[in-house]
């Protein structure tokens, strides 16, 4: 994995990890799931110009998930399931700030 767009999907905004940016400079990202702490911290020191001083990292398992729906009178149940995830939380050095609201350049 070498592209740097291919591993980062998108930042993850809670109110715990705006907190957590503000107070201990780290940032939450949901990533590929076979990405290792290595390949995500090059892929975030390059797509941000940032220093990253750590890197951890969770696989989050999707849950089973049932739907009833209504059909000509009928109850129609289907199960199904979320995919499972990672999420990978980066730590950034003194300084180091991302700012995920940036506009691109116009």
């Known amino acids: ?21 503000e107070s201990e ?13 290595h390949e995500i911290k090059a892929a975030v020191e390059q797509k941000f110009d940032v220093t990253v001083t750590k890197v951890a990292t969770q696989n989050r398992a999707g849950k089973a998930k049932g739907m009833t729906i209504r059909s000509n009178g009928r109850a129609l149940r289907t199960r199904g399931h979320r995919p499972s995830w990672k999420r990978a939380i980066v730590t950034l050095a003194e300084g180091g700030k991302i700012d995920l609201f940036e506009v691109g350049a116009e």
């Not at 994995?1 to 940016?21: D, F």
């Open 1 to 21: 994995m070498t592209i740097k767009n291919y591993i980062i999907y998108r930042p993850l905004m809670t109110e715990k990890m705006s907190r957590l940016e």
């Open 25 to 37: 400079r780290k940032y939450a990202f949901e990533v590929h799931p076979s990405a290792n702490k």
